[in-house]
């Protein structure tokens, strides 16, 4: 059989390949502590669990519109004004199974042999792999630690070409944890008035995990950029309904019959339930989100002071979401080989910053969305086994 060719450019993301073998050890008998998949660990609200069950036992089992049922995107176009402080009419809204799938649609839009796509490096490795399957060319923003891993708005701006189609931004960020400054996207935002032909996609998935009083800065807070800019957000990460697949978009307006045309072909609608426990979510209590946020803000604390009393270690506190990405260029040791080892040796499962890019290299990507004992039992292995003699044996 013969596939098409740019299938060999399609890439992967390495946190599920890290989750299969962490699994594959501890049905072996090892004693797997996982900081590497990026999912909460914390239970789906029983509120918003009891609307998708009672919409199952209701009978809405058939198909939805395309871009969601009226409810949940009325539900969003709420929530998106309560929260961003912006009015959104709920027919610029596409509902999705994930977040993944608004980045794909993107891609799709945007991207071909050609055009050029701005991504954050070290970054979400979705970005690069979709990019490269549209045929575009992935241009990268270097996202450097000596920023807290924000970016320089002059570079980027300066990476901008006649061929550009597309930028993307994510704040807070996988894999770092950097939140981006206001002060920083406010000249991001002006630079690219000298550029109307390029869009935007704001992903904002992790918006309501921040912490030391930082505000979530939004991008759809720009009026200037309106027109051009593509909201990602969704459930996963804020209600811990990582599993329910459901994520949703603002699209500008002249993009939202694209991307149902897309949804229609891809996957056609999402499930009902799904939808309705959304709703839920959006419009139940609160309670679960401010908790699930102040306890990462502890474990936080925890993983950044034990990271830094590591030999060869060094770490960044970070803004938001659940990550840090911690400098292990002083092991002396790749961050590959650290990964593996940590894994095979140490019981510690733990992401290569190779996996988010280029520029990740010398870091690792550590999840904090587990629990404090086990965060501070995998800091103990760790520190065992970068000890002197331990590292001895590390070529």
């Known amino acids: 059989m013969q596939q098409a060719q740019r299938m060999s450019v399609l890439g992967t993301e390495t946190a599920f390949e890290v989750l299969a073998r962490a699994e594959a050890l501890a049905r072996a008998g090892s004693d797997v502590i996982n900081l590497g998949i990026g999912q909460p660990d914390f239970k789906t609200p029983p509120h918003i669990v009891e609307a998708g069950a009672k919409a199952l036992r209701d009978g809405h089992h058939g198909y939805t519109p395309s871009p969601g049922i009226p409810r949940i995107r009325e539900a969003v176009a709420a929530d998106v004004a309560r929260r961003r402080g912006v009015e959104v009419h709920p027919d610029r809204i596409v509902v999705v199974p994930g977040g993944k799938v608004t980045m794909f649609f993107a891609m799709m839009m945007f991207g071909e042999p050609g055009a050029e796509i701005l991504y954050p490096n070290p970054g979400f490795p979705i970005y690069e792999s979709t990019i490269r399957f549209s045929g575009a060319t992935a241009v990268p923003i270097p996202l450097l630690e000596e ?112 991307a149902t045309r897309l949804a229609v072909n891809c996957h056609s609608c999402v499930n009902a339930s799904a939808q309705l426990a959304g709703i839920a979510a959006l419009e139940g209590p609160q309670d679960s989100v401010g908790e699930m946020v102040a306890a990462f803000d502890e474990r936080r604390k925890v993983i950044v002071e034990g990271l830094n009393a ?18 292990v260029t002083g092991t002396g040791t790749s961050s590959d080989a650290l990964q593996q080892r940590l894994l095979e040796e140490a019981g510690v499962a733990v992401i290569s910053g190779t996996s988010f890019g280029t520029f990740g290299e010398g870091y690792l990507r550590f999840s904090y969305a587990n629990s404090t004992g086990n965060i501070r039992r995998a800091l103990e292995r760790m520190g065992e086994m970068l000890s002197e003699p331990a590292m001895a044996a590390i070529p």
Not at 311 to 322: D, Y
């Open 147 to 258: 920023k807290d891993f924000s970016f320089d708005p002059d570079e980027v701006l300066s990476l901008i070409t006649p061929r550009t189609r597309l930028v993307i931004v994510n704040s807070p960020a996988n894999p770092t944890g950097g939140a981006i400054p206001r002060e920083a996207l406010d000249r991001l935002v002006a630079g690219l008035a000298e550029h109307p032909h390029v869009a935007v996609l704001s992903d904002e998935i992790y918006a309501r995990m921040t912490y030391d009083g930082r505000e979530h800065v939004s991008l759809m807070g720009y009026p200037e950029i309106a027109e051009r800019l593509i909201l990602l957000d969704g459930w996963s990460k804020t209600y811990a309904m990582t599993g329910w697949r459901l994520g949703y978009a603002v699209w500008p307006e002249p993009l939202v019959e694209g």
């Open 310 to 327: 590591l030999p060869g270690v060094t770490c960044r506190n970070p803004g938001g979401a659940f990550y840090v990405f911690p400098n």
